[in-house]
């Protein structure tokens, strides 16, 4: 089946679960509150995100000098960094780093680029059992099945449905249900793995160019685990987290507590240069940085898209979609699911398997109110919506019904009359029997959606009626 239908099966599915969907946008609306008061927070939002917009900008301009200040710096500490033109070029290098280290165990901390890559696969098939330490991860690992958000991956699982995962997988005792109990569990399961790992691989929030430093942002210190208590740590990271100074931190940081969970800064926050230096105690003996490329030298040549780069992956635009609300995460088959993910996929993943996602989406435009780094994310909608119609991937019912439109509308009789149609047969079609079953030709439309009844008659028959009829007496008079 291809990635099309397969999308709007699954986004058919979600849509019909009436009792998900209230529970996801329960969660998602307590995101909102949050973040919200977050922003408030701040003397002047609006000025942050100014801000914010400038210094991507600013990175982004000049990446490859910033890129190279940045590669300077961790070499110059003894650190190794790579540049991975591809996914595979990524996974095979982090794949030579394991086998020379003879590493037979891995632990991992959040990190989307890793899922773009397919990495924990590769290293499974490669016989290096690999374990997810954060723990939405762990639990979607333990379900085998991809992250639902960006920031919050099990964010569509009820606490008794992680409790029966945990007594299965983990062994927990029956009723240990409480939040403390569960992450006591997660604990419990995980401290031997972080003891007994050769290798830790982490993502990174940004890159600091001038002080050559990858910064961590986290709330449950599984990164900082991953990061320093293995012999070997592996950074895989896209070549876009750059930031230039680390001043822009002071800035960077709390907008992205703030946009993607409400919080005034997150609890874990690591500034990680390269290898333990001869006069520190801690640290890992060996030290790379994957940059990923995977499309996104392309993006920053294109000036027209160079600004989806500025993403900082905060989780906000899917926040407050209404797409996202309805359908989740995982309907969307992609690494990035939401507004980014519907104006990147295509980018990193293809037109031919990805165009179809910029139509998920009713171009309210709150995804582009809610980015921290004002990218305009609608509008990239729409540019990848003309991309996929001149790529031919456009829909010819859709392209009709669009045709018939624009000849009704262009004539104010003629719209009338197909109005008063319209409600018409809506009407008859109440009365008929088997309204919604097989034979219904909207069932396509209401399977999941509730049709409205039509109203008795149009806003301009309402309007000449009530001009027509007497003023209505004042009581008072
Ligand atoms: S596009 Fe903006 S709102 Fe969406 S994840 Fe990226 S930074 Fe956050």
Same mark, same amino acid.
Not at 208 to 220: D, K, P, Y
């Given at each position: 089946?291809?990635?099309?239908?397969?999308?709007?099966?699954?986004?058919?599915?979600?849509?019909? *679960?009436? =009792?998900?969907q209230d529970f996801l946008r329960a969660g998602l609306a307590g995101y909102g509150h949050a973040a919200a008061g977050a922003r408030r927070r701040f003397a002047d939002w609006s000025a942050a995100r100014d801000r914010c917009q400038e210094v991507k900008a600013e990175a982004l301009a000049h990446l490859d000098a910033y890129?190279?200040?940045f590669e300077e710096r961790v070499v110059a500490r003894g650190g190794h960094v790579f540049w991975a033109e591809t996914a595979a070029a990524a996974r095979d290098y982090i794949l030579g780093v394991a086998r020379r280290h003879g590493a037979r165990r891995v632990i991992k901390s959040k990190s989307m680029v890793s899922e773009e890559v397919r990495l924990t696969p590769a290293l499974e098939a490669a016989g290096i059992a690999t374990v997810e330490t954060d723990l939405g991860e762990f639990i979607v690992q333990l379900r085998r099945?991809?992250?639902?958000?960006?920031?919050?991956?099990?964010?569509?699982? /009820?606490?008794?449905?992680?409790?029966?995962?945990?007594?299965? !997988?983990? %062994?927990?005792?029956? %009723?240990?249900?409480?939040a403390e109990e569960l992450a006591g569990a997660a604990r419990r399961a995980l401290r031997d793995q972080f003891l007994a790992a050769e290798m830790g691989i982490t993502g990174a929030n940004?890159?600091? =160019?001038?002080?050559?430093?990858?910064?961590?942002?986290?709330?449950?210190?599984? =990164?900082?685990?991953?990061?320093?208590?293995?012999?070997?740590?592996?950074?895989l990271t896209g070549l876009e987290k750059v930031l230039p100074r680390l001043a822009d931190l002071g800035l960077f940081w709390p907008v992205l507590a703030a946009a993607g969970t409400?919080?005034?800064?997150?609890?874990?926050?690591?500034?990680?240069?390269?290898?333990?230096?001869?006069? !520190?105690?801690?640290?890992?003996?060996?030290?790379?940085?994957?940059?990923?490329?995977?499309?996104?030298?392309?993006?920053?040549?294109?000036? !027209?898209?160079? *600004?989806?780069?500025?993403?900082?992956r905060c989780g906000a635009c899917l926040n407050v979609c209404p797409v996202f609300h309805t359908i989740g995460g995982h309907a969307y088959g992609a690494t990035y699911s939401g507004p980014i993910g519907a104006v990147l996929m295509p980018q990193l993943g293809g037109l031919e398997r990805f165009g179809h996602l910029a139509f998920a989406s009713s171009l309210c435009g709150a995804c582009t109110e809610a980015c921290p780094v004002k990218?305009?994310?609608?509008?990239?909608?729409?540019?990848?919506?003309?991309?996929?119609?001149?790529?031919?991937? %456009?829909?010819?019912?859709?392209?009709?019904?669009?045709?018939?439109?624009?000849?009704?509308? =262009?004539?104010?009789?003629?719209?009338?009359?197909?109005?008063?149609?319209?409600?018409?047969?809506?009407?008859? /079609?109440?009365?008929?029997?088997?309204?919604?079953g097989m034979l219904d030709p909207l069932r396509p439309w209401t399977r999941a959606r509730a049709l409205p009844a039509p109203p008795a008659e149009s806003f301009r028959e309402w309007w000449r009626r009530r001009t027509a009829a007497p003023p209505a007496r004042d009581s008072h008079d």
């Open positions: 089946m291809n990635a099309e239908r397969q999308f709007r099966r699954a986004g058919a599915r979600a849509a019909a *679960d009436a =009792a998900r890129l190279l200040r099945e991809p992250p639902f958000h960006i920031v919050t991956p099990a964010m569509h699982l /009820r606490r008794g449905e992680i409790a029966a995962l945990f007594q299965r !997988e983990l %062994g927990a005792p029956p %009723g240990a249900d409480s940004f890159l600091i =160019a001038e002080e050559g430093l990858v910064a961590i942002t986290e709330n449950e210190g599984n =990164a900082r685990l991953c990061s320093s208590l293995p012999r070997v740590h592996v950074v409400g919080q005034p800064i997150t609890c874990y926050n690591s500034l990680i240069g390269g290898p333990r230096q001869p006069e !520190e105690r801690d640290g890992p003996e060996e030290f790379h940085v994957v940059l990923l490329d995977n499309g996104r030298s392309a993006l920053l040549a294109d000036r !027209e898209r160079r *600004d989806t780069l500025a993403c900082i990218i305009d994310l609608h509008r990239h909608l729409i540019r990848n919506r003309r991309d996929a119609v001149a790529a031919g991937r %456009g829909r010819r019912r859709e392209g009709w019904a669009v045709r018939a439109w624009a000849w009704l509308a =262009a004539d104010p009789r003629r719209y009338q009359r197909a109005g008063a149609v319209l409600r018409r047969l809506l009407r008859v /079609r109440r009365v008929l029997p088997g309204e919604g």
